[in-house]
């Protein structure tokens, strides 16, 4: 089956730091990605929409200039969280869609903010 | 209100068969998912169904929607301790490829 995977699988950085986490499609071409976010105990929450080639759409309330999102090729897209606060400390997941109706989860990256 | 909506905890024990809820609120939904998620990892799709289907089956799992009334069922026949995980119900808004919306999931505890 299809794979995706995360790079880092957790991170721990001193506040006000940025950190960058990838997202690889490993089988397929992923003309879709998608950035959620889950707190412990919640459920998970879209932030963006990626599309390779073209700017990402964000959800209402996240911030576009803390969250950047990169999605250079079919099988590679990156979030960089600038600035990191401790709120900023979650369970990030990427999924990755080749168009059809499933979507691929990675193992997700959790981030600790100190 | 929340688009989709399930229990937050379910006990049973091992052998017996497990029944998880999920109603959703938009009726445009297109497909529907069951993910699965264990502590501390990733989601995993257990299986999905289209919204002009009433019933899929797959092994031990048989997805049951009422279109009517917005409700989406998980059967799990023949529990085992390793089904003990968070269970997501997620809909997809308008076609396939698009971002889903997921429940608060339901976590399972399987006694043996």
Known sequence: ?114 | GEDVEQSLFLSVREGDSSVINCTYTDSSSTYLYWYKQEPGAGLQLLTYIFSNMDMKQDQRLTVLLNKKDKHLSLRIADTQTGDSAIYFCAESKNQAGTALIFGKGTTLSVSS
């Open chain 1, 1 to 114: 089956g299809a794979v995706v995977s995360q790079h880092p699988s957790w991170v721990i950085c001193k506040s006000g730091t940025s950190v960058k986490i990838e997202c690889r499609s490993l089988d397929f071409q992923a003309t879709t990605m998608f950035w959620y976010r889950q707190f412990p105990k919640q459920s998970l929450m879209l932030m963006a929409t990626s599309n390779e080639g073209s700017k990402a759409t964000y959800e209402q309330g996240v911030e576009k200039d803390k969250f950047l999102i990169n999605h250079a090729s079919l099988t590679l897209s990156t979030l960089t969280v600038t600035s990191a606060h401790p709120e900023d400390s979650s369970f990030y997941i990427c999924s990755a869609s080749s168009g059809d109706e499933t979507q691929y989860f990675g193992p997700g990256t959790r981030l600790l903010v100190l």
